[in-house]
Structures are given as C-alpha cells and as structure tokens.
C-alpha cells in the first residue's frame, strides 16, 4: 500500500522558516532516492529537492542555500527545512520518490500548503 503524508506547512512571513515532514511507506521509502516536489497556482509540479539513500543531494536552483532535505530511515520519514522563505515559495508541497521527467506515477499525498506572505 502506497501511503504520503506530508505536514509542516502555514503561514509565514517572508524571511522566515518552516520544516516539513513527510511519512512515506516502507514501498515508497526503499526507493534509492526521495524528493521534495511543489506546485503553485496555475502551474506545474516542480521538482524542489532529491536526496539518495547515501544521503547526497540535489536542489533546484531557486531554493539552493536555502532549502535543505535530509532523512531519517528508521522512521521512513524526509524532512525540508526550509529557510529565507520568499513569496514565490508559496505552493503545496509534497513528497514521493524521485520521479525521472515524463514518469507517470500516480500515487500522491494531499500535499501541506506553505503560504509566505511579503
């Protein structure tokens, strides 16, 4: 059973921090790598931040040196703290596995929403 749950998400002013938690199911967590996808108001799902079961990482370049992925194995959780938070941050965030561009998967969490007002 696929299961995402992602929490952590508000509102903040621009400036501020935020760190979200993602639970995932072991189905979904043995996968070798995790990442942190977000999709604002009338646009696509972007990828935001991947990291590999040898805990190497990679970010988008709009939230480098601000954003920080990291996770835990023994709780099948990922984490993103998420500092300097700027307006267009604003968008529901979720977690999944790493998708390579044009995969279909099908299976999404109901996202947590993060709202940075400026």
């Known amino acids: 059973q696929v299961q995402l749950v992602e929490s952590g998400g508000g509102l903040v002013q621009a400036g501020g921090s935020l760190r979200l938690s993602c639970v995932a199911s072991?189905?979904?967590?043995?996968?070798?790598?995790m990442s942190w996808y977000r999709q604002a108001p009338g646009k696509q799902r972007e990828l935001v931040a991947t990291i590999r079961r040898g805990d190497s990482t990679m970010y988008a370049d709009s939230v480098k040196g601000r954003f920080t992925i990291s996770r835990d194995n023994a709780k099948n959780t990922v984490y993103l703290q998420m500092n300097s938070l700027k307006p267009e941050d604003t968008a529901v965030y979720y977690c999944?596995?790493?998708?390579?561009?044009?995969?279909?998967?099908?299976?999404w969490g109901p996202g947590t929403q993060v709202t940075v007002s400026s």
């Open positions: 072991g189905s979904i967590f043995s996968a070798v790598a």
């Open positions: 999944n596995r790493y998708l390579p561009p044009g995969s279909e998967w099908p299976y």
